[in-house]
C-alpha cells in the first residue's frame, strides 16, 4: 500500500482534496500560505486554547475548593462559639446551684427585706459575669423564686412584677421535656434600651438536692451581639447568615441577601453540611445544620468577586495570545509568500514546457533560499536531459525504422532458399535418394525457426527438435563419425532456453574434438533442474580443449557460435544465465546455466517445418 501510493502522486492529490471542504477553495484560496496558517491553528492554537481552559477550570477548582474550605472552618468556628456560649450559660446555671447564699434567699425569701434580697442575688450574678471576663459577650440572669418574686442582673423595661405563673407555666412544660432545660431561639426581649436584638434564652429549674425545686433561672444570650463579635474578621464578601428551619431568618451578617428560599433547598436536601452553586445569584453557599436549635448556619460568596482575578488573568492571557496569533499569521504570509511566488513560477514554467517544446529555463537568481535554488537548478537539469533524452529516442527511432527495412530485405532470401529446398527435397524423392531428401528437411526445419525472428525463447524439447535436426545433417557430412546420447530429465521438458543456443555448442564439439577423419567419439546431451536453475550440459569424448589449440586451423573465417551464445545470454538474463568450459580428464564438456522458466503448454501444437510448407 505504501508503495503504490508512493508512486501514484494523483493518488496523493485526491488524497489531500479529500482532507479539505469541497467549498474551499469558494471561500479561501487552497494555496501553501492558507494550508500552514489552518495547520497552525487547527494543530497548535486550539489544542493549546483548550490546554489552558482547562488550566483555568483546575484553577477555578482549586479555588473553589480552597474558598469552601475556608468558608467551612468559619462556620465551624460559628458553630464551636456559640457551642461554647450555650456551655457558658449551662455552666452558670451549676454555678448558681452551687452557691449557698443565693439557695437560702431564694428558697426562703419572706426572711429578707425585698431591697436587701434584690441587692444580694444581684451581685451573685455580677460575680459570675465577672468570674467569665474573657467572654466578650455578656449573659443575662433572670430568676424567678418559688413565690414569683423576679430578680435580673439586667435593668427591664417595665416594671418587675409577681410571675408566679410564668413560674409554674415553665415547671410543667420543662417536667413534660424529655430534658431539664429548654432553649429559646427568639425569646423575648424586655432589656432596657437594648437595641431590638433577640435573646437565645436557657430555661432550666433551680434545684437542691434536699429541698427540691426552689426557682427558675433564664439565663439569656444577646444572639445578634455575639453573631457581630463572632463574624467581624469573616472574610471579605463573605455573608453570614441563619435560618430556623421553618425559613426565618434569625441573624444576619451586615447587609447579607441570603433568602430563606435557600434553607428550604438545603431542608429539602436533607443534610446537615454541604455546599452548592446558587446559579440566579451567582453564588456560592455553604451550610451547616445546629441540631440543638434547629438553626442553619449558612455561608455565601459571591462568584463574581472569587473570579475576578483568574477572569483578568484568563483576559490578559487571550490578549497576548490574539497578539502573537496576528503576529504568526503576518509573519506566516511574509515567509510563504517568499517561498510560494519561486514556486509559482517554476509552476508556470512547467506548464510551458510542453506547448514551447522544452525550451524554457528558471531563472535562478529570483530564488529566495537556497532549497528553492536547488529546486530549480533540478529543473533545469530535468529540462536538458529530458531534451538530450528526446533526442537519443529520435535517433533510435530512426536507427529502428533502417534496421527494420534491412530485416525485411533479407527476409527475402531466406524464403528463397526454403522454397528452394523444398523443390531439391522433391526432386530427390523423385529420384528415390532419401538421404538427400532428409538433409533437405532438416536443413528446412532450421532455416524456419531462424526465421521465426519474434521467438527468443523455445521450450527444451523443440530445441531437442531442432537440435536432432542439426545431428542429421551433421551425422550425414562427417559420415556418422560421431553418435549423440540425451539424457532430459522430464521436469524440464517444457524449460525454456534462447532459441538455436545447443547448436553452436555441438558444432564446437564436432569441430574441435573429432576434426579427423581417424577419430569417433560421442557427443552426450544432458539437461536437469538444479537449486532453481536450469542446467544445460554437452560433453564430448574427443581430443579436448589443448590438444584442439595446438592443431592448424582449418576455416579462414573465426567462429562466431560460442560468442552469440554468450551474447544472447548476457541480453535475456542479465546476471541469472552464465556459459563455461568445465575442465574434464578426456574430451571437452560445455555448461550452460540459466533461469529456470517453466511454460506449461495449453496445446500440442509445434512449429512447422520444410514438410508443413510443401503442403
Not at 387 to 397: F, I, Q
Not at 463 to 479: D, T, V
Amino acid at each position: 500500500m505504501k508503495s503504490s501510493m508512493a508512486g501514484n502522486p494523483n493518488m496523493w492529490r485526491r488524497l489531500s482534496v479529500k482532507m479539505w471542504p469541497k467549498r474551499w477553495p469558494a471561500r479561501v484560496p487552497l494555496t501553501l500560505k492558507y494550508r500552514l496558517i489552518v495547520t497552525f491553528v487547527v494543530l497548535l492554537l486550539l489544542p493549546l486554547c483548550l490546554a489552558v481552559y482547562s488550566l483555568f477550570r483546575s484553577f477555578e477548582s482549586i479555588r473553589q475548593d480552597d474558598l469552601i474550605e475556608r468558608m467551612s472552618e468559619r462556620m465551624q468556628q460559628v458553630n464551636t462559639s456559640l457551642t461554647d456560649m450555650m456551655a457558658f450559660a449551662y455552666k452558670t446555671h451549676t454555678m448558681l446551684n452551687q452557691d449557698e447564699g443565693l439557695i437560702q434567699v431564694m428558697n426562703t425569701p419572706e426572711r429578707y427585706d425585698p431591697l436587701e434580697r434584690k441587692k444580694l442575688i444581684e451581685s451573685k450574678m455580677a460575680g459570675i459575669n465577672n468570674s467569665f471576663f474573657f467572654h466578650q459577650t455578656e449573659l443575662y440572669f433572670k430568676l424567678i423564686d418559688h413565690e414569683g418574686n423576679v430578680y435580673t442582673s439586667y435593668p427591664p423595661n417595665d416594671r418587675l412584677s409577681n410571675s408566679m405563673a410564668e413560674f409554674e407555666a415553665w415547671k410543667n412544660r420543662l417536667e413534660q421535656s424529655p430534658h431539664s432545660y429548654k432553649w429559646v431561639a427568639s425569646d423575648l426581649n424586655d432589656i432596657y434600651n437594648n437595641r431590638g436584638n433577640k435573646l437565645l434564652s436557657l430555661y432550666i429549674m433551680l434545684q437542691e438536692q434536699t429541698r427540691g425545686d426552689y426557682g427558675l433561672a433564664r439565663i439569656s444570650i444577646d444572639a445578634q451581639e455575639w453573631f457581630n463579635n463572632t463574624v467581624k474578621n469573616v472574610t471579605p464578601g463573605q455573608e453570614l447568615a441563619v435560618f430556623t428551619s421553618d425559613g426565618e431568618s434569625v441573624l444576619r451578617s451586615g447587609d447579607a441577601t441570603v433568602g430563606g428560599d435557600i434553607v428550604g433547598r438545603i431542608v429539602r436536601e436533607g443534610r446537615s453540611s454541604g455546599y452548592y452553586r446558587d446559579a440566579a445569584a451567582a453564588s456560592l453557599v455553604t451550610y451547616s445544620y445546629l441540631d440543638e436549635l434547629d438553626w442553619y448556619v449558612v455561608s455565601s460568596v459571591s462568584l463574581g468577586d472569587l473570579w475576578s482575578e483568574l477572569t483578568l488573568l484568563r483576559s490578559r492571557f487571550f490578549l497576548i495570545l490574539g497578539l502573537l496569533v496576528v503576529v504568526f499569521v503576518t509573519v506566516t504570509f511574509l515567509i510563504a509568500a517568499r517561498v510560494t511566488r519561486p514556486l509559482s513560477v517554476l509552476q508556470k514554467r512547467m506548464e510551458e514546457a510542453s506547448e514551447k517544446k522544452l525550451n524554457v529555463r528558471l531563472d535562478l537568481k529570483m530564488s529566495s533560499t537556497r532549497e528553492i535554488a536547488s529546486l530549480g537548478g533540478s529543473f533545469n537539469r530535468m529540462i536538458d536531459d529530458i531534451g538530450a533524452l528526446l533526442k537519443k529516442l529520435k535517433e533510435e527511432e530512426r536507427q529502428k525504422q533502417a534496421v527494420r527495412f534491412q530485416m525485411l530485405l533479407t527476409q527475402m532470401n531466406p524464403h528463397f532458399l526454403l522454397n528452394t529446398l523444398n523443390t531439391l527435397k522433391w526432386m530427390a524423392r523423385k529420384e528415390k535418394n532419401a538421404p538427400m531428401a532428409d538433409i533437405c528437411i532438416a536443413l528446412g526445419g532450421l532455416l524456419e525457426a531462424s526465421l521465426n525472428s519474434e521467438l527468443e525463447l523455445l521450450p527444451l524439447h523443440e530445441e531437442i527438435r531442432l537440435l536432432r535436426a542439426y545431428e542429421s545433417i551433421q551425422r550425414f557430412r562427417y559420415r556418422d563419425r560421431f553418435a549423440m546420447t540425451y539424457d532430459i530429465d522430464p521436469s524440464v521438458t517444457y524449460a525454456l532456453v534462447p532459441k538455436l543456443s545447443l547448436q553452436p555448442l555441438v558444432e564446437n564439439a564436432i569441430v574441435h574434438g573429432f576434426d579427423s577423419e581417424e577419430q569417433h567419439g560421442t557427443i552426450a546431451i544432458r539437461a536437469r533442474a538444479e537449486e532453481g536453475k536450469l542446467v544445460l550440459e554437452v560433453q564430448d569424448d574427443g581430443i579436448g580443449l589443448e590438444e584442439a589449440s595446438r592443431k592448424p586451423k582449418r576455416r579462414s573465417r573465426p567462429g562466431i557460435g560460442i560468442g552469440n551464445v554468450k551474447e544472447r545470454l548476457q541480453l535475456l538474463y542479465r546476471e541469472d544465465a552464465e556459459l563455461e568450459f568445465v575442465p574434464v580428464a578426456s574430451g571437452t564438456l560445455v555448461r550452460m546455466t540459466t533461469a529456470l522458466l517453466v511454460s506449461t503448454p495449453f496445446s500440442e501444437g509445434e512449429i512447422k517445418h520444410v514438410d508443413d510448407l510443401s503442403g
